[in-house]
T-cell receptor
Framework: GENVEQHPSTLSVQEGDSAVIKCTYSDSASNYFPWYKQELGKRPQLIIDIRSNVGEKKDQRIAVTLNKTAKHFSLHITETQPEDSAVYFCAASINQGGKLIFGQGTELSVKP | DGGITQSPKYLFRKEGQNVTLSCEQNLNHDAMYWYRQDPGQGLRLIYYSQIVNDFQKGDIAEGYSVSREKKESFPLTVTSAQKNPTAFYLC???????????FGPGTRLLVL
């Protein structure tokens, strides 16, 4: 079945620096890749997503890139702020029943 | 995601007891999902339902049961067969044919 690997598990950056989180997936049929942000004790919130017919998508300080050949996708956060501190999860879907397979999560800490 | 509610926020289970977690949505979404989240780990799919009166097992269905008698409700029962139930349980929903899932606030289950 589909497997999603996410790295790093923890990431610490200084405020204003960029942060990059990477995920790889195993099933080449995957065609939908969302990213969720989860603050401590809260629900995961969708922050950006990308479909397999697009290589890159941006939304203000957040961008996601997809390399279908290598089967990996990345989240880029520029000009990080302390409120960006949270756990970030990537996921992949084969668009069959809407099942999402999640990565293990990355705990991002942005130091002021 | 404000249209998805879960109750209770905290739930305590005694040895050998079955407990039921509630998930309700007023988004008119057809599909609903249950995930389990353990500390430092990603979300794992327990059960999902794409339509009323139908549901499928996810990756970790053993020790759990669900029902989908109404479109807006998808309760999860943690049975006594689930030997390690302590976790954060998240319910999600999505529109028919759409992969994007929106999460409820979660229920934290603890064993006494």
């Amino acid at each position: 079945g589909e497997n999603v690997e996410q790295h790093p598990s923890t990431l610490s950056v200084q405020e204003g620096d960029s942060a990059v989180i990477k995920c790889t997936y195993s099933d080449s049929a995957s065609n939908y890749f969302p990213w969720y942000k989860q603050e401590l004790g809260k629900r995961p919130q969708l922050i950006i997503d990308i479909r397999s017919n697009v290589g890159e998508k941006k939304d203000q300080r957040i961008a996601v890139t997809l390399n279908k050949t290598a089967k990996h996708f990345s989240l880029h956060i520029t000009e990080t702020q302390p409120e960006d501190s949270a756990v970030y999860f990537c996921a992949a879907s084969i668009n069959q029943g809407g099942k999402l397979i999640f990565g293990q999560g990355t705990e991002l800490s942005v130091k002021p | 995601d404000g249209g998805i509610t879960q109750s209770p926020k905290y739930l305590f289970r005694k040895e050998g007891q079955n407990v039921t977690l509630s998930c309700e949505q007023n988004l008119n979404h057809d599909a609903m999902y249950w995930y389990r989240q353990d500390p430092g780990q990603g979300l794992r799919l327990i059960y999902y339902s794409q339509i009323v009166n139908d549901f499928q097992k996810g990756d970790i269905a053993e020790g759990y049961s669900v029902s989908r008698e109404k479109k807006e409700s998808f309760p999860l029962t943690v049975t006594s067969a689930q030997k390690n139930p302590t976790a954060f349980y998240l319910c999600a929903s999505s529109e028919q044919g759409q992969e994007t899932q929106y999460f409820g606030p979660g229920t934290r289950l603890l064993v006494l």
